[in-house]
């Protein structure tokens, strides 16, 4: 396949693709070779305008289209980007540096939620019930709410618009995508696929660019609702702004999971699951393990099993055979995840393995960084702390699994976290207690499928209803409850 590249990235408008009305550009490197592979616009109010005006005109029309008919431009969809699926996997790699294997989850949850969105005319239905009073029935439906917006981060190129766009459509609304101007392609990719449709021009709609476009979404007044994930300063900013401006949100944020390892687990299985959890996808998922907790006699043995089995990660391009680590997202960011490191080690954690000097000869321009791992970890430490969000993975110790639920319940954020042991009573109570609101037992990335919601809790997550599955189509849609009754 040969290497993906495009000049310049355009918007995706009224069922046209336009150029950007912004002059400024962000250039787009592969972050694993350092070579150009094309730009995408900063973005401006003005494309906004123009992709909301589109949404809101064909609203009306799309609205009153019976769902089976809108879902089958879903099964449609849903094949193309079967058809596609190893074009969009290279793609994936290329723009966000995660290998092959690890753009296939990507782009095989995405095509996810549009099978399950096909399903809309059974997940749509309300409720009935007749002889409420006497000769009086009782009817509630939900109904299509408007224009939404869907704002999505860098590390799941494929996935997150994927969230949020085939919900969104199959419920009878019309949606303006914003991808992450780190990985715009993907989605030029998707959207390519999407024209193939023929669906009635403004159903869905792309504005590509960075921060002025996301400002103009949140306060636009004929969006009336907005989808983010990112971090969680910003999910603050799209939740403060947005819901200022009477919009329903929910903002997906930031991230510090933590892992509880009991000494009756399954050792060589834990172990192998705990290294996928936090180095696959370099660290940068939403998902992944960034503190183990050793509950007692577990953290000896931990510390040296995570070390000898992280020593075997092969970093490189992740395109090319062998590799099992691609590189993180641009230089700035590894910048940032060293400045953790030497945080880690300044504060007196004990730095068991250290990527620091990870090079990988044929690509010098890569930002790559190798699998680090401190011990002696405490909650008070930066980077007990705070989101680091690359290959970096912390151990605690805690005397006994009260003690660790607690260091996991004080941290403000609370997205996934998991527990490693064989005792049913210690993962039912672990299950029960945690503040998370994905949990894994025995599972390193608790990622639920597209027919469940995903979320996290706390200052992970914004808003009441969430990502995809049921919630999803609550969020996409208003209740009406009718009353009847006939003379
Ligand atoms: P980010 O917050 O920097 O960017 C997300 C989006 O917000 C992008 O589209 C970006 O253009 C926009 N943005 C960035 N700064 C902005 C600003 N100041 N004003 C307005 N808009 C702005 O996030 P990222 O670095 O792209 O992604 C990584 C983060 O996303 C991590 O914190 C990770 O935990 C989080 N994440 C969370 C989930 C989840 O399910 N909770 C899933 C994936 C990623």
Same mark, same amino acid.
């Given at each position: 396949m040969k290497p993906y590249s495009i000049e310049k990235a355009r918007n995706y408008i009224n069922g046209a693709w336009v150029q950007s009305n912004s002059k400024e550009e962000i250039i787009v490197y592969n972050p694993a070779t350092g070579e150009r592979i094309g730009a995408v616009p900063s973005g401006s109010a003005s494309d906004v305008d123009a992709a909301v005006a589109a949404a809101k005109k064909a609203f009306p029309a799309w609205s009153e289209t019976p769902a089976a008919v809108r879902a089958r431009y879903l099964f449609d969809l849903r094949n193309l980007m079967e058809a596609h699926f190893d074009e969009l996997c290279s793609i994936c790699t290329q723009e966000h540096g995660k290998t092959f294997e690890e753009s296939k989850g990507d782009v095989r949850r995405a095509i996810d939620n549009v099978e399950t969105a096909a399903g809309i005319p059974s997940l749509m239905m309300g409720q009935a019930l007749e002889q409420v009073a006497p000769g009086i029935d009782c009817v509630s439906v939900r109904q299509p709410a408007g224009v939404f917006a869907a704002i999505a981060p860098y590390n799941f190129p494929s996935m997150v618009p994927f969230w949020f766009l085939p919900y969104a459509i199959a419920t009878g609304n019309t949606i303006v995508i914003k991808p992450s101007e780190q990985v715009p392609f993907s989605q030029v990719r998707a959207f390519e696929l999407i024209s193939e449709l023929k669906l009635p021009p403004g159903v869905v709609n792309m504005v590509q660019g960075g921060r002025d476009v996301v400002n103009a979404l949140v306060?636009?007044?004929?969006?009336?609702? $907005?989808?983010?994930?990112?971090?969680?300063? $910003?999910?603050?900013?799209?939740?403060?702004?947005?819901?200022?401006?009477?919009?329903? $949100?929910?903002?997906?944020?930031g991230a510090k999971n933590f892992t509880i390892v009991i000494d009756d687990c399954n050792w060589e299985k834990s172990v192998a699951n705990i290294i996928d959890s936090a180095f696959a996808c370099t660290g940068q998922r939403c998902l992944a393990t960034s503190v183990v907790i050793g509950v007692g006699g577990a953290y000896d043995r931990l510390k040296r099993e995570l070390v000898e089995q992280a020593k075997r990660i092969t970093v490189g391009y992740g395109l090319d055979a062998g590799v099992t680590m691609g590189p993180l997202i641009s230089e700035t960011h590894r910048a940032r995840v060293i400045s953790y490191i030497e945080k880690g080690v300044k504060e007196g954690a004990e730095l068991l393995l250290d990527g620091r000097d990870c090079k990988v000869a044929s690509y010098p321009k890569g930002h790559f960084l190798g699998a680090t791992i401190f011990g002696n970890v405490t909650s008070a430490m930066t980077i007990g702390r705070e989101e680091i969000f690359g290959p970096v993975l912390s151990l605690m110790r805690a005397d006994s699994l009260d003690e660790a639920i607690k260091i996991v319940n004080a941290h403000p954020l609370a997205n996934a976290s998991s527990i490693y042991t064989s005792a049913g009573a210690a993962a039912r109570r672990y299950t029960h207690a945690v503040h998370a609101s994905m949990v894994g037992v025995n599972i390193g990335v608790a990622a639920p499928m597209s027919y469940f919601g995903f979320g996290g809790a706390k200052g992970s997550f914004l808003g009441d209803l969430k990502a995809h599955g049921r919630e999803s189509i609550l969020f996409y849609t208003n209740s009406k409850t009718a009353i009847s009754r006939w003379w």
């Open positions: 306060e636009h007044r004929d969006i009336v609702g $907005v989808s983010f994930v990112g971090s969680s300063p $910003v999910a603050q900013h799209v939740y403060e702004r947005a819901s200022a401006t009477g919009k329903r $949100v929910q903002a997906l944020g």
